[in-house]
């Protein structure tokens, strides 16, 4: 009985979620009269031209370039910068550890927009508007504590006699975190860089204050002014948001195994 409330908690968890993509990647196949005829029917005939003009516009590949410039440069350098200072946190032991590592965990209860004015005058000051720095640098600051609380516990799971036997045979700490210990992680390292990609894929506080002109917003201001510029266009805008989506989904399914395999792989080791 038990399980079958678990599977049918499941189906209505994946139906919230499913339903919505598909009425938008469908809604984006018909015509704004259609739906507003037949909210939820079938495209009846499938209308092309709304994913063909879009796909062919300009505006959108520049969007889809900016989104994916900011994602992977805040990607790396959060995930490196982390894994270090969480190899540190983990692996060594020194005076006020735990009170500078409440202290990175603390990030987790700091919203962007609690800091945006400072970031703002920030950014600006240091002439970082409409630049990708000036989004990728403080997105990379708000990932490091959500990317060290992961990576803290997996890298102390590792056992003192693997690093003590590496120091026997002449391998420093660096060498130890870079040629052994970030090699066995590849699998969290995997969780941490699609939640950091993701996470800055989908921002949109910080890049609406940092991004004034048009041609360097990301894809997330690219819907919002999308769907004001065509309100009347209901179509138009589910195809622009349907769209809009599959990069950060396509990653996703590329990187689930990884993801999967970094989340679990910590529960058995050591």
Known sequence: MKRIALYAFALLVALAILVPIAYAVLGGFRTTPQLAADPVGLPDPWVFSNYGE?????TFWRQVWNSTLIAVVSTLLTVPLAALAAFVFARFAFPGREVLYAVFTLGLLFPVAVAILPIFIMVRNLGLLDHPLGVALPQAAFGLPLTIVILRPFFASFPNELQDAAAIDGCGPLRFFWQILLPLSRPVLATVAVLALVGSWNAFLLPLVVLTEADNWTLPLGVTNYSTQYTAD??????????????????????ERHLVRGLTSGAVKG
């Open 234 to 255: 209901i179509a138009r805008i589910l195809a622009f948001t349907t769209l809009s989506i599959v990069p950060a989904l396509a990653f996703y399914a590329f990187a």
């Open 54 to 58: 879009i796909l062919g516009s300009g």
